[in-house]
């Protein structure tokens, strides 16, 4: 058994979980072993992901004679299918599957995905051919070579959501409850550092993988993300001897509705003020005793009216569509009660569903570092999430330590707090794009270049790295925040959806940000005028498109604190607020 040391200088028991054979002898299974190969797994899988998002516009620009917006509509869908996916998936693999045996499966669906992916480099006839420049000859892909690469890319969409939903949980899977128990800030870190290992991915795979499909052709950029795929998938098997496979348990989902319709036919019963004088049906083992006092209505449904009627000799509900128990009550509150501050989450991810006009922005730029290195136009996105590595480890090892030793007592910013900023972090970032876009476009028309979206002006890609490190630091906030925020508030028994969520909130944020653009497209293209959100970014106006997202933030970030308001404190804050009060 292994054991480390606390912030208070107390040993806490690392987990190795003693599971039963098939013998009934006690083997040691999980504990911090298991996680390399997990997060291993989940660190390839984004690196390769993530690689393909950065360059797709100018491959379906170049490689199948796709307008901006075509492009990006499909870039987003997949963006959406890949977020949206997990929240199916999780599902799946609590109710009848098992986290295991999902991952593994979404890893070989992402490998074919990617390998199909692949062959639309190596097989001519996968896309149309070249554009013939000097008779103004261009056809358009036809039916099939369109559908041949969204068909593979729903494929890696649909395996690597399996990886991004359920890595995050299967790791929890392998800690035991009580480390969390023992160090009140264990679950932050675990969080902090998982998000940073993810943001680390996405720059590897924005520098070496982005680096070798510019400079090395499509075949060679899209090849090396299969072998990577492959070594990933080799590695979640790898640790088979040492995982906690927890067996998948009755269907969460169906409890939700269960209690929506018990609480709808027991519409006609009557609440009472004192809780003594009902009966609630209790899950066998549970601790909690009676419903919460919000949303009330609910209560109804784990009301027994009659324990001879309603429940069976062995304690359980007759007709479990009728009478629910109290844990399946609070599951449902649990997840209505966070659904306003969520949405305001799916507005902030349409800020980072914008991976297209960035592209195409940094490459009308002065790229180089020195007089023969050229940062890759793709690869500009690289610096929001090196500030987003950067901002998890200082404020893990030097914000909050100093802020600790400064006031004499541990700091610690609520999961809202750091939301919220993240927010106001996220509105900014776009009003940097917005100026900054502004002053690019004034120059390219100086110089000469509106009729040219590949003409390079006299400004350095530099005065990209504002809004890129903002966009970084909003998302260290915001993300980590929303995570730990939904775990800590759910019900254990619903850590694989908690954990889904902001996998929701980006899917949502992609599929809005594709009407957006294609409303906005439609709406300004009238009467014969040019697009805002135009292929020739100098004939656009993308500094006003910009300046109508920072209108959707500013509304979101006041709703926002309105929500926070009405959801009243977390878990755990009544508690410190009766403490400062005493004190």
Partial sequence: MENSVSEKGEIIEQPLLMVENDSGEGTQKGGFRTLPFILGNMFLVITVTSALTPNMILYLMNEYHMDIITGSNIINTWSAVSNIAPV????????????????????????????????????????????????????????????????????????????????????????????????????????????????????????????????????????????????????????????????????????????IVASYRNRCLRLSSQSADILYHQKKGSTIVLPSEKLRFLNKACIVRDPQLDLNPGGEATDPWRLCTVDQVEELKALLKVVPIWLTGVVAAINISQPSFPVLQANTMDRHIGSSFEVPAASFGIFGFISTVLWIVLYDCLILPVASKLTGKPVHFSPKERMGFGLFLSLLSVVAVAVVEGVRRNIAIKEGHSDDPNGLIPMSAVWLLPQNCLLGFAEAMNAIGQNEFYISEFPRSMSSIASTLLALDMGLGSLLASFIISTIDNLTKRGGAESWVSSNVNKGHYDYYYLVLAGFNLVNMLCYIVCCKAYGPCKGEEEEIVEEEKS
């Fill in 88 to 259: 199916v998936v999780a599902f799946i693999a609590d109710s009848f599957v098992g986290r295991f045996q999902t991952i593994g499966l979404g890893s070989v669906v992402t490998l074919v995905g990617m390998f199909l992916f692949w062959l639309t480099t190596l097989i001519p006839q996968a896309r149309p051919p070249p554009s013939v420049i000097s008779d103004n000859i261009c056809r358009s892909a036809g039916m099939f070579q369109l559908f041949y690469p969204c068909f593979a890319l729903a494929i890696v969409a649909i395996g690597a959501g399996v990886i991004k939903s359920l890595s995050l949980a299967f790791g929890s899977d392998q800690l035991k409850r009580e480390v969390r128990q023992e160090n009140v800030r264990a679950l932050e870190r675990f969080f902090s550092w998982y998000y940073a290992l993810y943001a680390l991915s996405i720059v590897v795979a924005l520098t070496c993988l982005v680096y070798i499909q510019v400079n090395k052709g499509w075949a060679l950029g899209f090849g090396a993300p299969v072998l990577l795929v492959l070594f990933a998938t080799l590695l979640i098997y790898l640790g088979t001897p040492f995982y906690v496979k927890l067996k998948p348990k009755s269907s969460l989902i169906t409890g939700l509705f269960q209690v």
